[in-house]
C-alpha cells in the first residue's frame, strides 16, 4: 500500500503542460528547424552561385574558343583559296615557261644554223676572194690585228701621259681637240675633264688620224711610193 501511495504521488507532482506551453515549444522547435533550414539554404546558395559562375565561366571560354574556332576555319579556307590561285598560277607560270623554252631552244638552233651558215658562207667568200688580195689575211686576222692597233694605242698614249712634261697645258690640249671637233661628239663638259678623258681625247684623234690618213685613203698609200704613207712613216 505504501509504495502505490509513493508512485501515485511522483505522477502527481509532473504537472501536465498547458496549450499555450505546447504550442510555444512547438514554436521554439519550428523555428530552430527554420534556422537550420535557412542556414542549409545560404549555403546551398553559396554554392549554387559559385557553380552558376563556374557554368559561366566556362560558357564564356566555349564561346571564346568557339570564336577562335571560326578564326582559324576563316584562316584556313583563305589558306585553301589562296593555295588553290597560286597552284592555278603556278601551273600558268610552269606553262608559260614551258612554251618560253620552247621558243628559247627553237631560236638557239634557228642562231646556231645562221652561225654555221655565215661561217660557211665567209669560208666560200674568202676562197673566191682570195685570187684578189694582196696578202694572206682574212676577217679573223684583220680583226685581230686592229685589235693590237687600238691596244698599242693605248699604251702609246698612256705612256705618253706619263712621261709628258708637268708643264702641260689641259686648257691648250682642249683647244686642239675643240679645233679637230672632237668635243662635239663627247657628252662631258669642259669643266668635269678628267685625266681618263684626255686619254680618250688623244686615242680618238689617233685613231682619226689612222682613218683619214690610211684607211680611207686608196689602196697606193700602202706602198713605199705614197707620200701619205712616207710621212706617217717618218
Avoid at 499555450?20 to 552561385?49: D, F
Wanted: aromatic share 8%; charged share 30%; proline share 2%.
Amino acid at each position: 500500500m505504501g509504495r502505490q501511495d509513493g508512485t501515485t504521488s511522483e505522477v502527481s507532482r509532473a504537472e501536465p503542460q498547458t496549450p499555450a506551453q505546447i504550442l510555444k515549444s512547438i514554436l521554439n522547435y519550428t523555428r530552430l528547424k527554420l534556422h537550420k533550414t535557412e542556414r542549409e539554404c545560404r549555403i546551398l546558395y553559396h554554392e549554387n552561385w559559385k557553380l552558376q559562375n563556374q557554368v559561366n565561366s566556362a560558357l564564356a571560354w566555349q564561346q571564346g574558343a568557339q570564336k577562335h574556332i571560326w578564326s582559324l576555319q576563316n584562316q584556313l579556307s583563305s589558306e585553301k583559296a589562296w593555295k588553290k590561285d597560286t597552284l592555278a598560277n603556278l601551273g600558268q607560270l610552269q606553262d608559260t615557261i614551258a612554251n618560253l623554252k620552247e621558243q628559247y631552244d627553237y631560236l638557239k638552233r634557228r642562231y646556231y644554223k645562221k652561225v654555221e651558215s655565215y661561217k660557211e658562207l665567209d669560208k666560200n667568200y674568202m676562197y673566191l676572194v682570195r685570187p684578189l688580195h694582196v696578202s694572206g689575211d682574212d676577217h679573223a686576222t684583220i680583226h685581230s690585228r686592229l685589235v693590237h692597233i687600238r691596244v698599242s694605242i693605248e699604251s702609246l698614249v698612256q705612256k705618253a701621259r706619263d712621261e709628258c712634261s708637268a708643264n702641260l697645258n689641259e686648257e691648250a690640249v682642249i683647244d686642239h681637240f675643240r679645233e679637230s671637233k672632237l668635243l662635239e661628239d663627247f657628252s662631258v663638259e669642259e669643266a668635269t675633264l678628267e685625266p681618263h678623258h684626255l686619254n680618250l681625247y688623244m686615242e680618238s684623234a689617233i685613231m682619226t688620224a689612222l682613218i683619214d690618213r690610211v684607211f680611207n685613203r686608196a689602196l697606193g698609200c700602202v706602198f713605199h711610193q705614197s707620200k701619205e704613207f712616207k710621212e706617217i712613216s717618218k
